[in-house]
């Protein structure tokens, strides 16, 4: 982990902290940048099964099998 000096708007930080229900300013932020990449890897998998992309739900043999 490093540090980094950065300008941060004091607003913004107080309703995110409130949002996350973080404690501390460090807590905000590790928890925003956590959910970034949380909402960047659900957009991936939403847009998968979107798409179909490799995903056999299509497969009747599959469908068939997936509640026994």
């Known amino acids: 982990m490093s540090k980094r000096l950065i300008d941060i708007d ?8 409130r949002v996350l229900g973080a404690r501390t300013m460090k807590e905000t932020v590790n928890e925003a ?26 497969d009747e043999d599959v ?5 026994r």
Do not use: K, N, P, Y
């Open 10 to 17: 004091d607003d913004v930080l107080a309703e995110a902290a």
């Open 33 to 58: 940048l956590a959910e970034v990449v949380r909402l960047a890897t659900r957009r991936v998998h939403a847009d998968r099964l979107a798409e179909m992309h490799g995903i056999d739900l299509h």
């Open 63 to 67: 469908m068939a099998r997936a509640w």
